[in-house]
């Protein structure tokens, strides 16, 4: 009978695929084991679990669905109403349905390409498409994401606490112009931030996705309780005139392209068939739940903020809003309590996007197997420390940072790389149709001619001190 080895190799040219040196040399390995019990033909993602490459254990598509949609309203859900200040409401709303229909067509197509290769990595799956260069873009794209979350919720966090806190030292502090904001990212990231993304393990973890629950359920009933209490503006803009900012806000919330693929692997489903089934259904209510939140919490937040004579804009972070006739989110009980969850949301957010920074920046330097030394990991976590705290103090406005997020990382990211790479393997197993294809080609085109147009405008806005 045929080898597994043999097999193996016979199979991946089949599909023409390269797998990397380190994955060739442990193929090798794995014949010649005792692991290798059966003369059957071990599956590709049966060698993947001896690798640790992909988690074991399976979920269902429920817990799928709940986790993935609070991880994706979580992200960028504080400056949605931000992005509805720079769209007006009526050009808001279907701009968001669209880029929430393309990023929810575009994880298909990622989810199908995984599945066509059997391989359930992006970074890998870009190197087999595109060599090492697909890999490092791949992995530079998803660092400046995880990096501009990492310093929107050291933002959120300093700008929450100073609300909730509202003493009489801080309002001196203020008068006195001594930096408070600046003084509150440095002592969290030191009390805080910096030992849990130094030492934390993910199962510290694990609770963050009811947390951030809570918080998004709190941040809703907030904005309506102030929008029932307020009175009413002469007028709500219809159409804004940085339609491209918000353009790249809304990308930065829904794009979560760089997190799905784990979740594919571990869905249920015997068959490629079921498993494909059930990834579409999490995918479908992921985006359509998280439509809804962002416009109830974006519409009832643009509503509250919303200045008929433009001298004040809406903040990048709703619950730092203001108005000396109506006063502060902050002054309200409930107003506190949802700056309190979202405080404890950012400082549980920043160690996972910390880890997957890490994580991604080890595998560039060692290759997909190697791990760096106790000292150089520590060197490495402590530079992406650095790195966010920083741009956190200088920047004053989470609000542009995600809109160049959205424009630079998550466009790439959720849209040019998961077109690209459907378009690369459109002919691996079942091919796709020519009209599937003219779509691809279609959106691929009009996400990069969006992406130059949003990096132009929105360069400029980025709001320095």
Not at 60 to 80: E, P, Q, R
Not at 161 to 178: C, F, T, Y
Not at 204 to 213: D, P, Q, R, W, Y
Not at 394 to 411: C, E, K, S
Request: with cysteine; net charge neutral; proline share 4%.
């Amino acid at each position: 009978m045929q080898s597994v080895k043999a097999k193996t190799v016979s199979k991946s040219s089949n599909l023409q695929l390269k797998t990397s040196r380190e994955f060739r040399h442990l193929l090798a390995d794995w014949s010649d084991s005792d692991d290798l019990t059966s003369d059957e033909e071990m599956s590709l993602e049966e060698r993947m679990h001896l690798t640790g490459r992909v988690p074991q254990e399976t979920t269902t598509v429920s817990k799928a669905y709940f986790n993935l949609t609070v991880c994706v309203i979580a992200s960028a859900l504080l400056s949605i109403p931000y992005s509805f200040d720079k769209t007006g409401w009526l050009a808001g709303v279907p701009l968001l349905a669209g880029v929430g229909f393309c990023v929810d067509y575009t994880l298909l197509c990622l989810g199908e390409t995984c599945m066509k290769l059997e391989v359930y990595d992006y970074q890998e799956i870009c190197e087999i498409s595109f060599g090492k260069l697909g890999r490092y873009v791949q992995a530079l794209i998803q660092l400046a994401l995880s990096l501009s979350l990492m310093i929107s919720y050291q933002m959120i966090s300093a700008e929450n606490l100073m609300g909730i806190l509202k003493a009489d030292w801080v309002k001196h502090a203020l008068d006195s112009n001594i930096p408070v904001k600046t003084v509150l990212i440095l002592l969290l990231t030191i009390i805080i931030i910096l030992p849990v993304s130094s030492f934390a393990t993910l199962k510290m973890l694990g609770n963050s996705s009811m947390i951030s629950l809570v918080s998004i359920v709190i941040l809703s009933l907030s904005l309506l309780y102030f929008d029932l209490n307020r009175d009413p503006p002469n007028t709500i803009e219809k159409f804004g005139g940085e339609v491209f900012t918000g353009l790249g806000v809304f990308a930065t919330g829904f794009v979560c392209h760089q997190i799905i693929t784990p979740t594919l692997f571990s869905l249920p489903g015997d068959t490629t068939v079921t498993k494909k089934k059930n990834y579409n259904k999490v995918i479908h209510l992921t985006m359509c739940t998280s439509f809804l939140f962002f416009v109830l919490v974006g519409l009832s937040g643009y509503y509250l903020c919303h200045d008929p004579d433009g001298i004040k804009s809406c903040p990048g972070n709703i619950l730092a809003w203001s108005d000396p006739a109506i006063g502060a989110i902050s002054e309200n009980f409930i107003g506190k309590v949802a700056m309190g969850m979202f405080l404890i949301t950012a400082l549980v957010a920043y160690p996972l996007e910390h880890f997957s920074c890490h994580n991604t920046l080890s595998r560039m330097l060692y290759g997909e197997w190697g791990q760096p030394s106790t000292v150089f990991s520590l060197v490495i976590k402590l530079s992406l420390v650095i790195c966010t705290t920083l741009p956190a103090i200088y920047l004053d406005n989470i609000g542009p940072l995600l809109a160049w997020a959205g424009n630079l990382a998550a466009f790439p990211l959720g849209f040019l790389l998961p077109l690209s790479l459907s378009l690369k393997h459109r002919n691996v197993g079942t091919p796709i149709s020519l009209f599937q294809t003219i779509v691809r080609w279609t959106l691929l085109i009009l996400a990069a001619i969006l992406m130059l147009l949003q990096t132009f405008q929105n360069i400029s806005t980025l709001d320095w001190k």
